[in-house]
């Protein structure tokens, strides 16, 4: 692989939690604290409307309070994806532009598929993503994970970012990520602007010294995601797996215990929101586990719990 130009986009992007009152309604003042933590502990950009937003559990209409609502309040301040990952082509198409439009530097989206079974062959995925594509001028990441039930093969994702103009950045989240990001890192040379890491970076370490260039987690702590990413992208290895050693607790935490309730938590825990709820059918977490995030962060110290 040569070496290309550096990437549009890198670092930690973490995902933003919807920020929901005690009844269950959108709470905009407390989705706008949520952002400026966000961005005070150090996220170089952030993601909205992806399944650790919950927003399999949101009406379009505040789907799109939310992409309005949340990228004027950003208002530059760093890059925002879109997460627009819809089953039927022409829907994810027009939420892409609708993305676009109110000023996203960038789409996320799945591989269509719907429920345990539907899935759609790769020449229909192929044309699904030229389409969207076709329709945006923005760059297009594809999430490979394993919610969709959909084998995207690494040759398969490499032709794509070849072939397809704007796809150019994939989020990795399947089981041997690292094996997975080095050969598409390969196959796809300089048409794979960003290979990045997913899943809470629970593998983050193995993913960066494969290649990734990025790595989109959880929301409750960028300031100690930075601390390993900013370490390793620096030259300074050890200091990434000592850093790594340190936050791998928590980040064990929230990806096998608390899952997409952790960052809410540890946000209400810091007092940067008023309320920790997750929509119904979700329920609360366990006040055991609760208690052991919040016993697991404390040792840690993050931004989240002091920047109120």
Same mark, same amino acid.
């Given at each position: 692989?040569?070496?290309?130009?550096?990437?549009?986009?890198?670092?930690?992007?973490p995902v933003v939690p919807t920020i929901f009152d005690d009844s269950g309604e959108l709470d905009p003042d407390g989705q706008r604290r949520c952002v400026d933590f966000m961005i005070d502990a150090g996220s170089d950009?952030?993601?909205?409307?992806?399944?650790?937003?919950?927003?399999?559990? #949101?009406? &379009?209409? !505040?789907?799109?309070r939310l992409v309005d609502g949340i990228l004027d309040h950003v208002g530059g301040r760093v890059p925002v994806i879109v997460t627009t990952t819809h089953f039927s082509t022409q829907a994810c198409a027009e939420r892409s532009r609708r993305a676009q439009d109110a000023g996203a530097s960038m789409v996320m989206i799945m591989p269509p598929y719907h429920g345990a079974t539907i899935r759609?062959?790769?020449?229909?995925?192929?044309?699904?993503?030229?389409?969207?594509?076709?329709s945006i001028g923005i760059p297009i990441m594809i999430q490979d994970a394993p919610v969709s039930g959909t084998?995207?093969?690494?040759?398969?994702l490499a032709r794509m970012a070849r072939e397809i103009a704007n796809v150019a950045y994939f989020k990795i989240e399947v089981p041997g990520a690292a094996d997975k990001l080095r050969e598409l890192i390969t196959l796809g040379g300089d048409a794979v602007e960003g290979p990045w890491d997913g899943e809470e970076a629970i593998?983050? #370490?193995? &993913?960066? !010294?494969?290649g990734a260039t990025g790595s989109m987690t959880g929301g409750g702590y960028p300031d100690g995601i930075r601390q390993i990413?900013?370490?390793y992208r620096d030259g300074r290895r050890e200091d990434a797996v000592e850093a790594y050693g340190r936050w791998l607790p928590l980040i064990n935490h929230e990806n096998r215990q608390a899952g997409l309730a952790a960052a809410?938590?540890?946000?209400?825990?810091?007092g940067v929101i008023a309320s920790e709820a997750v929509r119904h059918p979700l329920r609360p977490l366990h006040p055991q586990t609760r208690a052991g995030l919040i016993e697991t962060a404390r040792r840690l110290d993050p931004l989240v719990l002091r920047w109120a």
């Amino acid at each position: 692989m040569t070496a290309g130009p550096p990437p549009r986009f890198r670092g930690v992007f973490p995902v933003v939690p919807t920020i929901f009152d005690d009844s269950g309604e959108l709470d905009p003042d407390g989705q706008r604290r949520c952002v400026d933590f966000m961005i005070d502990a150090g996220s170089d950009g952030l993601c909205i409307l992806a399944n650790f937003s919950e927003q399999f559990v #949101l009406t &379009d209409g !505040e789907r799109d309070r939310l992409v309005d609502g949340i990228l004027d309040h950003v208002g530059g301040r760093v890059p925002v994806i879109v997460t627009t990952t819809h089953f039927s082509t022409q829907a994810c198409a027009e939420r892409s532009r609708r993305a676009q439009d109110a000023g996203a530097s960038m789409v996320m989206i799945m591989p269509p598929y719907h429920g345990a079974t539907i899935r759609v062959r790769e020449p229909e995925i192929f044309e699904f993503f030229q389409a969207v594509s076709d329709s945006i001028g923005i760059p297009i990441m594809i999430q490979d994970a394993p919610v969709s039930g959909t084998a995207l093969p690494a040759a398969f994702l490499a032709r794509m970012a070849r072939e397809i103009a704007n796809v150019a950045y994939f989020k990795i989240e399947v089981p041997g990520a690292a094996d997975k990001l080095r050969e598409l890192i390969t196959l796809g040379g300089d048409a794979v602007e960003g290979p990045w890491d997913g899943e809470e970076a629970i593998t983050l #370490l193995p &993913d960066l !010294e494969a290649g990734a260039t990025g790595s989109m987690t959880g929301g409750g702590y960028p300031d100690g995601i930075r601390q390993i990413v900013d370490a390793y992208r620096d030259g300074r290895r050890e200091d990434a797996v000592e850093a790594y050693g340190r936050w791998l607790p928590l980040i064990n935490h929230e990806n096998r215990q608390a899952g997409l309730a952790a960052a809410k938590v540890l946000m209400k825990e810091g007092g940067v929101i008023a309320s920790e709820a997750v929509r119904h059918p979700l329920r609360p977490l366990h006040p055991q586990t609760r208690a052991g995030l919040i016993e697991t962060a404390r040792r840690l110290d993050p931004l989240v719990l002091r920047w109120a």
